[in-house]
């Protein structure tokens, strides 16, 4: 499975973004999806989780209510849409699949993850 994330850049403080994550050699149902972030000095850490085939998605307590994940089953692409945006967002962001299609009521761990796109840098200024 390859994995394409891209759409970050660089917004002001409430601003929004929308990240694809476009995948090619496999479909996506088979595979849990996950959005990770590394800021810079700090580790990478789950920002959501979709089941594979859609339906269960969970998120990182700091993004609840402010991003959402959804998925385009015609493109075999997921997205994570990031409203309301923070200075502490700033980070980059990577897309994983992992082929334990659940994601067992919460975030995974990138120890986890089968198969990651290259991340894409999304900026937040004050």
């Known amino acids: 499975v390859q994995l394409q994330a891209s759409g970050g850049g660089l917004v002001q403080v409430g601003g929004s973004l929308r990240l694809s994550c476009a995948a090619s050699?496999?479909?996506?149902?088979?595979?849990?999806i996950n959005w990770f972030r590394q800021a810079p000095g700090k580790e990478r850490e789950g920002v959501s989780c979709?089941?594979?085939?859609?339906?269960?998605?969970y998120y990182a307590d700091s993004v609840k209510g402010r991003f959402t994940i959804s998925r385009d089953n015609a493109k075999n692409t997921v997205y994570l849409q990031m409203n309301s945006l923070k200075p502490e967002d700033t980070a980059v962001y990577y897309c994983?699949?992992?082929?334990?299609?659940?994601?067992?009521?919460?975030?995974?761990?990138?120890?986890?993850?089968?198969?990651w796109g290259k991340g894409t840098q999304v900026t937040v200024s004050s």
């Open positions: 050699g496999a479909t996506l149902d088979y595979y849990s």
């Open positions: 994983a699949a992992d082929s334990n299609r659940y994601c067992y009521g919460g975030l995974k761990s990138s120890h986890e993850m089968d198969y």
């Open positions: 979709m089941r594979g085939s859609g339906g269960n998605t």
